[in-house]
């Protein structure tokens, strides 16, 4: 298995530019989920999936856009980018509930200027 | 609104010495309670949890603790070895309507172990 894996590991970008960050896992996993990771701030919830056709908000969802056509895929879109989505992003998948082992990925490091 | 505190932000030990690293949560619904290892320039990974209806678990030299009167669960790391040297954080979760789940993060600890 090669678990969670996403691309690209680095990305850099105007703004106002348009990027989504791709996301996919090969265990079957019913969660999916988006995090950013900023200096200082641990990791905060940007939305997530409980399975295909199913996604909602976590703690900072404005700017980004989430869909879940395939059990495998979670991509995140940013719509417009800003300084302030300039962030380690990770995606991270667990088998069925919240309570499960959650396994992240490498993470995208993205830069806005 | 909710959030979790960690402390300390740093931590500097001894090989061989034991680490404790403490978090107080505020949203008295969270009932399940992670932790993770971060190693440089990868994702988190999972070392040990807890649920809210146990006070202890321990796991080789790794333990947590939960007192859910007090808000409060700690990381205990014992026989420190260069190789824990990492950034840990914790985090507190709560189921939520429709499958969902709400999940905050602590701020994270380095840890140093110096041999």
């Known amino acids: 298995n090669a678990g969670v894996t996403q691309t690209p590991k680095f990305q850099v970008l105007k703004t106002g530019q348009s990027m989504t960050l791709q996301c996919a896992q090969d265990m079957n996993h019913e969660y999916m989920s988006w995090y950013r990771q900023d200096p200082g701030m641990g990791l905060r919830l940007i939305h997530y999936s409980v399975g295909a056709g199913i996604t909602d908000q976590g703690e900072v969802p404005n700017g980004y856009n989430v869909s879940r056509s395939t059990t495998e895929d979670f991509p995140l879109r940013l719509l417009s980018a800003a300084p302030s989505q300039t962030s380690v992003y990770f995606c991270a998948s667990s088998p069925n509930t919240y309570t499960d082992t959650q396994y992240f990925g490498p993470g995208t490091r993205l830069t806005v200027l | 609104g909710e959030n979790v505190e960690q402390h300390p932000s740093t931590l500097s030990v001894q090989e061989g010495d034991s680490a404790v690293i403490k978090c107080t949560y505020s949203?008295?619904?969270?009932?399940?309670f992670p932790w993770y290892k971060q190693e440089l320039g990868k994702g988190p990974q999972l070392i040990i949890d807890?649920?809210?209806?146990?006070g202890e678990k321990k796991d080789q030299r790794i333990a947590v603790t939960l007192n859910k009167t007090a808000k409060h669960f700690s990381l205990h790391i014992t026989e420190t070895q260069p190789e824990d040297s990492a950034v840990y954080f914790c985090?507190?979760?709560?189921?939520?309507?429709?499958?969902?789940?709400?999940?905050?993060f602590g701020a994270g600890t380095r840890l140093f172990v110096k041999a």
């Open positions: 949203d008295s619904a969270s009932n399940y």
């Open positions: 985090a507190a979760s709560r189921g939520g309507r429709s499958g969902g789940f709400k999940t905050i």
């Open positions: 807890i649920r809210s209806n146990v």
